[in-house]
């Protein structure tokens, strides 16, 4: 699993981030590219900008399924449908998935990530 939020300030509040992390990072435009790791989420990657974070996810997912047959995928989001379908779009040609679903992330889930967050949920059998 892999994700970017659009702002620091969910991170922040909810303690996986300082606030001078939040600051700095709200002040140059850093988007975190966060992944789950042995149950535990932890930063991937930060990138300037929403659209090099999105592209580097998708570079990330497109290397890790590389050569793998039974793709199985989602495109998870907080409150950005339209952003999802756009990530489906790109991602659909790369991986050339058997399954691809578009799903809304829990109202739990989206407390701690905040709106607009975006992420891919991926498997090879």
């Known amino acids: 699993m892999l994700f970017v939020v659009d702002t620091l300030e969910f991170l922040h ?3 996986r981030i300082g606030g001078a992390q939040r600051l700095i990072g709200s002040m140059l435009s850093i988007k975190p590219i966060l992944h789950l790791l042995n149950g535990k989420i932890e930063p991937l990657a930060s990138v300037r900008t ?4 999105l592209a580097h996810l998708l570079d990330v997912a497109k290397e890790e399924m590389a050569g793998k047959s039974g793709i199985k995928m989602a495109v998870v989001h907080a409150a950005a449908a339209e952003d999802a379908k756009k990530l489906n779009d790109q991602l659909e040609p790369l991986l050339h998935p058997d399954e691809m679903h578009i799903v809304e992330l829990s109202p739990v889930i989206g407390a701690h990530v ?5 992420g891919v949920i991926y498997y090879a059998e």
């Open 13 to 15: 509040r909810g303690g």
């Open 50 to 53: 929403k659209k090099k974070a």
């Open 114 to 118: 905040g709106p607009k967050a975006l």
